[in-house]
């Protein structure tokens, strides 16, 4: 990632960023998992707390840590694919980027054994080509209203906090649960993102938000 704290991420055709208008709610969601460290931490918390969240799954991720998948999938969170293998979608041609559109979902399905339609690419980047086929493969492309830069190197859970700003109904913030192909090795560890989880699940619902899943 190389977006700034509370920035929104890229306007793609066809993709959502935002719950619908109504929902007095907002959505955490996760990426890059699972992680056999810190995603079993994640889900503990929101278990604690009773929060349910969206996670997008790497596929080559979730084959080596089925378990974890299924646990997601057990407690009520949802699912959605993040691709195969997480490439940089902008240096693959359109024919790879669509084997890891359909690799990633079918191991995810294969796992859990229900459909996944949910999708968010790596980086949250998408060219007109790719977005196109992503519809074609009635994938449902789910980007996010908030980061608040928890992907940073040295970044701590007051940072997190600080990052997240004033959330509003709708939000769809963005956090991770892992780091895949980390340019720095210090960002796969997902301590501050634990650490700062129930302080941002405590301030959503300080300002009357309750907690939806990505549909």
């Known amino acids: 990632?190389?977006?700034?704290?509370?920035?929104?991420?890229?306007?793609?055709?066809g993709s959502h960023h935002r719950l619908p208008a109504g929902l007095n709610s907002v959505a955490l969601t996760f990426d890059d998992g699972p992680d056999p460290t810190f995603t079993p931490h994640v889900l503990d918390v929101l278990s604690e707390l009773d929060v349910k969240a969206t996670f997008f799954l790497v596929g080559s991720r979730a084959k080596r840590h089925p378990e974890i998948v299924r646990r997601i999938q057990d407690e009520g969170h949802a699912i959605g694919s993040h691709t195969e293998t997480h490439p940089d979608l902008w240096e693959v041609p359109l024919t790879e980027a669509i084997k890891e559109f359909r690799h990633g979902r079918a191991t995810l399905e294969q796992i859990t054994?229900?459909?996944?339609?949910?999708?968010?690419?790596?980086?949250?980047?998408?060219?007109?080509?790719?977005?196109a086929s992503a519809r074609a493969l009635q994938l449902h492309t789910w980007l996010w209203s908030v980061d608040p830069g928890d992907w940073k190197s040295g970044t701590s859970s007051a940072?997190?906090?600080q990052g997240l700003g004033q959330l509003t109904a709708g939000d769809?913030?963005?956090?991770?649960?892992?780091?895949?192909?980390?340019?720095?090795?210090s960002t796969t560890d997902r301590?501050?993102?634990?650490?700062?989880?129930?302080?941002?699940?405590?301030?959503?619902?300080?300002?009357?938000?309750?907690?939806?899943i990505l549909s």
């Open 172 to 185: 769809v913030v963005l956090l991770h649960d892992a780091i895949e192909k980390p340019i720095d090795a």
């Open 1 to 13: 990632m190389r977006l700034k704290a509370r920035q929104s991420s890229p306007r793609i055709a």
């Open 113 to 131: 054994g229900a459909s996944l339609p949910l999708f968010r690419p790596p980086k949250g980047s998408l060219n007109l080509s790719q977005a």
């Open 191 to 212: 301590s501050a993102t634990v650490d700062a989880l129930s302080l941002i699940i405590q301030e959503a619902r300080s300002q009357g938000f309750g907690f939806a």
């Open 159 to 161: 940072a997190i906090i």
